[in-house]
């Protein structure tokens, strides 16, 4: 699976768009990015996945650069209750494996 | 989505005894399920996988010998740290899957080996 490279934390206001990138420049074609998150101690909570298109759904939206090579997930507003880390994964469609890297921790403010 | 638990969600235990921790799929049937474990500040590292019915299979460096995985059912599967030691204090973490395209993650085990 392909390496993906995330900031190892960012914060944001309660309230504003919570901008996550993910940067995965080794991504294979038949490679899709998901995300996960984790609150602390608890399981990984899925997000969103996409292939190349732009996807929302009622979490958060995911957008695909038109090279595949980076993606950003978009929390459009944020609350206290999405203070997380977020992990970016590629992986192939149907492949067993999730390889979690170090993720991004996002902390929201009040 | 699919519900996944785990019991208990925290043990402590002498060093030397052997712990059980048991993953569920509460309202679907995993043909597959992962054992992750977690360390302090560190991120999830896979630690196996297990098809219903059949052996699992370990990621290098651990040891199938002291961290035994039953899948007996589509909706069970059970990891036993066997002569626990303070290192394998850890969070664990299982995960199930229906298909291939989505894991469902159970809350975790916080095991403290003391």
């Known amino acids: 699976d392909a390496k993906t490279t995330q900031p190892p934390s960012m914060d944001c206001a309660e309230g504003r768009a919570a901008n996550l990138p993910c940067n995965h420049s080794?991504?294979?074609?038949?490679?899709?990015v998901y995300w996960y998150r984790q609150i602390h101690s608890q399981g990984p909570q899925y997000i969103i996945h996409?292939?190349?298109n732009n996807e929302t759904n009622e979490m958060a939206s995911l957008i695909i650069t038109e090279d595949r090579k980076s993606s950003t997930l978009i929390l459009p507003h944020a609350t206290l209750r999405d203070t997380a880390v977020y992990y970016c994964?590629?992986?192939?469609?149907?492949?067993?494996?999730?390889?979690f890297g170090q993720g991004t921790r996002l902390t929201i403010n009040p | 989505g699919a519900v996944v638990s785990q019991h208990p969600s925290w043990v402590i235990c002498k060093s030397g005894t052997s712990v059980k921790i048991e993953c569920r799929s509460l309202?679907?049937?995993?043909?597959?399920m992962f054992w992750y474990r977690q360390f302090p500040k560190q991120s999830l590292m896979l630690m196996a996988t297990?098809?219903?019915?059949?052996?699992?299979?370990?990621e290098q460096g651990v040891e199938k010998d002291k961290f035994l995985i039953n899948h007996a059912s589509l909706t069970l599967s059970t990891l036993t740290v066997t002569s626990a030691h303070p290192e394998d204090s850890s969070f664990y973490i299982c995960s199930g899957a229906v298909d291939l395209n989505e894991q469902f993650f159970g809350p975790g085990t916080r095991l403290t080996v003391l």
């Open positions: 309202d679907f049937q995993a043909t597959t």
């Open positions: 297990s098809n219903e019915g059949s052996k699992a299979t370990y």
């Open positions: 994964i590629v992986r192939v469609q149907g492949a067993q494996k999730l390889v």
């Open positions: 996409g292939l190349k």
């Open positions: 080794t991504i294979s074609g038949n490679e899709y």
